[in-house]
Every structure is written in structure tokens, then in C-alpha cells.
């Protein structure tokens, strides 16, 4: 009996896949088997990295093997971003990802160094961190609509942020477009200079992560107008949400999940997945993760990807759209 070409083909690929899967199993039942490493894409003593060094402790017990955190920052994000995407999926180098390598720092070069959702595998969301929309004190805001009003009445308001590209500028060029207010960014060197500036009402409004302002606010040195997020910060719940203000559309949330390249083994990304949503609900993990102002959000990993993708489809023509670049 002849046997047709086309099942002889059929039948060499299926063992060709057979051998190619039986291969990967072992390889993948020895991995973790050398350090692992999670690159950070800002400075040490932030947020990522604190919450990267927390995850890097706990899922190193977890997986039987070190993992340890380098620090990448630059270039919006992107040195290290870059870096994570060029790698070999093999899993042994992962990105503490958030919204500034991924959804902002890409749009702000020249040339987009990597595509923020296909270059990568993304396996897991830790969490989430509202930003606050604050005013100084001697400003006299104490509302987001004040804030609005007082921008049409000037014709301008000046805000600080962390820096050009920033979230909170961003957020800024944001309630621009929504609300028609017209705020003027005014960038600094990192938080630390614009507090001080805040403080002395140099600038009347500021937008950054709310983490660092707690104590300004409880001892009113400044004010704060509302967070962005869809839900009340637990750092301070008495604070309302640019949605209860009447701005749905400003939500916005600093996002942290656990990326890698692209073309990552199904098998592994369950593994990781799983291993860092144990880590999540653990005590010292929860009481650290509020200590920084964020919020676990164990999602699937379709989810995460999702997340990352609408974050990316808003944040990015807005970007682009206000001219920013590093």
C-alpha cells in the first residue's frame, strides 16, 4: 500500500513536535537552576525597587535559587526595558514592569525602541498605585473643581511633577484634555525638588504617586484633591477619587506586575504566576505593599496583558500627542 506524501509529511511533523516537547520538559523541570534576575528600571530606594526586592526574597524561597534585582534606569525606562526584551526566553531575566517603561518612556523617543506589548511576556500583576492631584496650601484649592475653576479664571495653573514623561505629568496633560483646564507642566529633577517648591507655593499644583506625601498631608502642609484611582487609597480613605469628583475618565493608576521577553514557556509562566500571587498574600508582603501605597491585584495573566494593553492605548497617543520627549 502506498501512503500518501502529504500524511508521510503530516506524521514526520508530529514526531518532530513529540521530540521537540519531550526535550523542553526536562529542561523546563531543572529550571530555576542558576540565579535569576529581576532588572528594576529606576534608581534603587522607589517603589519598583522596594516591591522588586520584597518579590525577589520571598520567590527565591520559593523556586529554590537566588534571585536578585539589578537596577537599569534611564531613558524613561527603556535601557532596561530594552534589555528584558532583547533576552533569551529562558527564564532568567524579568522587568519589574510598570506604566513608565511600558506605556510612557517608549513614546517619548525618537525611534520606539521596542513594542511595549509584543516584546514581552507578561506574567503576573503585584499591583497598583493611585496618583494624588495636591494643591499647596497658601494656594487656596481645596477641590478638584476649584483646581478647574481657578484654571479658567487665570486663563493658566502651573503643576509640578516627578519630570518630563513622568506619570503625573501625564496625568496632568490628561485633565487638560478632558476638562479643557489649561495646566502648564512645569518638570523637575525627581519628587524631592518639586515638594520643596510645592511646599513654598513656587507651584500651586502637583500630581505624583501619594506614597511620599502622606505626612504633608496629615500635618497640612499640603492638600490633597482627590487620588486617581477607582478606588480610595487604604494610605488615605478619607481622601475622595477623580471619579467620585465627577472625572471617570482621569482614572489612572500606576501599574507593577512581573514581565519578561516575549515567547516565554507556557509551563513557566504558570509557574511564576502562581509562585508570586503566594507571595502577595503573605502578611509582611501586605504590610509592606501599604506601607508604599499599593494595592494586590492578583489578576489572571490574560488580564495582566489586557492591562497593560489599554494602558499603553491611551497613555501612548497622549504622549505623543503633547510633544514629550526625553
Known sequence: MTI???????????????????????????????????????????????????????????????????????????????????????????MLSNSTPLALG??????QPYDPVAAFTHIV?????????????PSGITSFAELEARARKDGRLDFGSGGPGSIGHIHGELIRKITGANLVHVPYRGGAPMTTDLLANVIP????????YVPFFKN???????????????????VPTIVEVGQPKLVLE??????????????????????????????EVQKKLIELGIVAKPESTARFEAIVKEQVGVLGPTVKAAGIKL
Open 205 to 212: 499644583v502637583g500630581i505624583d504617586v501619594i506614597t511620599a
Open 4 to 94: 500518501p506524501t502529504s500524511t508521510t509529511r503530516r506524521g514526520a511533523l508530529q514526531l518532530l513536535a513529540a521530540g521537540a516537547a519531550s526535550l523542553a520538559l526536562p529542561a523546563l523541570a531543572q529550571w530555576p537552576d542558576k540565579p535569576i534576575k529581576i532588572i528594576v528600571t529606576f534608581p534603587p530606594g522607589g517603589s519598583s525597587d522596594i516591591l522588586a526586592r520584597v518579590l525577589a526574597e520571598q520567590l527565591g524561597k520559593k523556586l529554590g535559587q537566588a534571585v536578585v534585582v539589578d537596577n537599569k534606569p534611564g531613558a524613561g525606562g527603556t535601557i532596561g526595558g530594552a534589555q528584558v526584551a532583547a533576552a533569551a526566553p529562558d527564564g532568567y531575566t524579568f
Open 220 to 238: 497640612g502642609q499640603l492638600v490633597p484633591l482627590a487620588v486617581t484611582g477607582s478606588a480610595r487609597s487604604p494610605l488615605m480613605p478619607e
Open 106 to 111: 517608549p513614546f517619548t523617543l525618537e525611534k
Open 254 to 283: 500606576n501599574f507593577f506586575g512581573l514581565s519578561g521577553p516575549a515567547k516565554l514557556p507556557p509551563e513557566m509562566v504558570v509557574r511564576l504566576h502562581d509562585a508570586c500571587n503566594e507571595v502577595l498574600v503573605m502578611p
Open 125 to 137: 500583576s503585584l499591583g497598583s498605585a493611585p496618583l494624588v492631584v495636591m494643591a499647596s496650601k
